[in-house]
């Protein structure tokens, strides 16, 4: 597991500099041809790692259920995101991986309900299977951000 949340601190690494090399417009910007923007991929990541780690396995997240209605997969930009609400993901982006590290090293994820996640038609069966894919899903949408940048 050590080595999965490395990777997703890298990851989270790379989306905090998208937060810092764009303006909040640019955060916003919904390039024709996309559906969402950089701020809503970057929301979607921090939501979809705490419903798979921590809902999945009937533990408390850290996203409100506000949240995670406007960043769940499905969803879309509904109007433009506060600076203030830039602020708040920009600090979760890392506080969900430092709590995931202490809740894995206090053995909190005791139990898991499997999940067949539609991207790869794949089947999570515990936490360690949850993490190593959430690693695989935050690698598409730094992908999806790397279009969306050319464009705004």
């Not at 701020?39 to 533990?59: M, P, R």
């Not at 203030?84 to 139990?111: H, P, R, S, Y």
């Not at 690698?139 to 279009?147: L, S």
């Amino acid at each position: 597991m050590h080595t999965s949340l490395q990777v997703t601190i890298a990851s989270r690494e790379l989306l905090q500099k998208f937060i810092e090399n764009h303006t909040l417009e640019q955060l916003n910007t919904i390039p024709d041809g996309f559906k969402n923007n950089i701020i809503w991929n970057i929301g979607h990541v921090i939501v979809t790692q705490q419903l798979l780690a921590y809902k999945l396995s009937g533990l408390a997240m850290m996203v409100t259920d506000e949240m995670v209605a406007k960043y769940q997969k499905g969803s879309a930009p509904q109007g433009s995101v506060s600076q203030e609400e830039v602020e708040a993901i920009k600090n979760l982006l890392f506080t969900t991986i430092t709590k995931a590290q202490e809740d894995l090293d206090n053995g909190l994820f005791q139990n898991y309900m499997e999940y067949t996640v539609s991207t790869a038609n794949f089947t999570l069966k515990n936490i360690e299977d949850a993490m190593q894919f959430n690693n695989f899903h935050e690698g598409i949408h730094i992908g999806i951000i790397m279009q969306l940048r050319k464009f705004v």
